[in-house]
């Protein structure tokens, strides 16, 4: 198992840019997939992005596409959530979380790892 922590988040202007980081400890990082996850006050935690253990494949919500971007960094052990043209209503918690399912799973039940999650806050 790896343990996950995010960091990054912060109070941002609408139309403003953030990037989130996920450092993770514990053995054998590159073996899994890593996703971001979002939850809003008083709704449920819904997918973000994913990326696979090569980081060559993504995905991401229908929501987010176009302004955000999943990376990796295998060496340093961190995936990276770069967000651009934010919204009020990408104010939510984040959450990183690591999955051994492949190439890439948006199913929360998938991943076993989870962090305690980063504040986003967009100000309109």
Known sequence: QVQV????????????????SCAASGRAFSAYSMGWFRQAPGKEREFVAAIS??????????SVKGRFTISRDN????VYLQMNTLKFEDTAVYY???????PTTRIPADFGSWGQGTQVTVSS
Not at 53 to 62: K, N, P, Q, R
Not at 75 to 78: F, G, H, L, M, P
Not at 96 to 102: G, H, K, L, R
Request: hydrophobic content about 40%; overall charge negative; some cysteine.
């Open 5 to 20: 922590v995010e960091s990054g988040g912060g109070l941002v202007q609408a139309g403003g840019s953030l990037r989130l």
């Open 96 to 102: 990183c979380a690591a999955s051994t399912v492949v």
């Open 75 to 78: 060496a340093k052990n961190t």
């Open 53 to 62: 253990w090569s980081g060559v494949t993504t995905e991401y919500a229908d």
